[in-house]
């Protein structure tokens, strides 16, 4: 069936009449499959009946990874991590201090949790 027979044939079976939202989807779902496979009414009607009173469960979408962190708590998660692990012998010199620093920040970023 071409896709315009189809949406006038559900048109048609839906247009003029009042529903509950329960009631329209399971008009729908008759008219539906009526409309695309021939099914009988009756036959279309049993098997609506079916698979309304027997829900899908919902789909559970999962967390993205780190989801629910802030950047301020990253922040000082790393910040935490460089202070243990500067070097306080490098950095006593004063043209050192950036290279421990970055030493550190760089050990501590690019860590495999």
Known sequence: MKRE?????IGEALR????????RK????????????????????????VSLSQPREPKVRGK??????SCEKD???????????????????VNSIEAAIANALMECSCQRE
């Open 75 to 93: 922040t000082l998660k790393l910040a935490h991590c460089a202070a243990e692990r500067i070097d306080m012998n490098l950095a006593s010199n």
């Open 5 to 9: 027979e189809y949406n006038q044939c």
């Open 26 to 49: 399971l008009e729908f779902c008759v008219a539906s499959k009526v409309c695309s496979k021939g099914l009988s009414r009756e036959q279309a009607a049993q098997t609506c009946k």
């Open 64 to 69: 993205r990874k780190g989801a629910g962190q």
């Open 16 to 23: 003029g009449k009042t529903f509950s939202p329960t009631e």
